[in-house]
């Protein structure tokens, strides 16, 4: 069983950074394939952005350029690092975890384990 909570979340102006954190615990984090999704009020969960055991990263194309996953050294700890924040990046983002050997690595169904979500609003 994996526990997920999501940090870092906030307030900023367009233009402006935030780095979330996914923190983990009942396993190491370099074990799973790990997600980023997002979802917006009214709006589908979508994907932002993936890592996987051999640390190959997948990005949507929206923040391909601006975003970039991460995770620490010992396993436990997922980034987010956010540049240059649109106001249509406002939303609620998760973290999540499932199998290494999971196909589709942005899409929402193949992970297993999902922390409760940090806010993120962007002010235009």
């Known amino acids: 069983q994996v526990q997920l909570v999501e940090s870092g979340g906030g307030s900023v102006q367009a233009g402006g950074s935030l780095r979330l954190s996914c923190a983990a615990s009942?396993?190491?984090?370099?074990?799973?394939?790990m997600g980023w999704f997002r979802q917006a009020p009214g709006k589908e969960r979508e994907a932002v952005a993936a890592?996987?055991?051999?640390?190959?990263?997948s990005y949507a194309d929206s923040v391909k350029g601006r975003f970039t996953i991460s995770q620490d050294n010992a396993g436990k700890i997922l980034y987010l690092q956010m540049f240059n924040l649109e106001p249509e990046d406002t939303a609620v983002y998760y973290c999540a975890a499932g199998p290494w050997t999971m196909r589709w690595v942005l899409s929402p169904a193949s992970y297993k384990y999902w922390g409760q979500g940090t806010q993120v609003t962007v002010s235009s």
């Open positions: 890592i996987t055991v051999n640390e190959r990263t």
């Open positions: 009942g396993a190491r984090l370099i074990t799973y394939t």
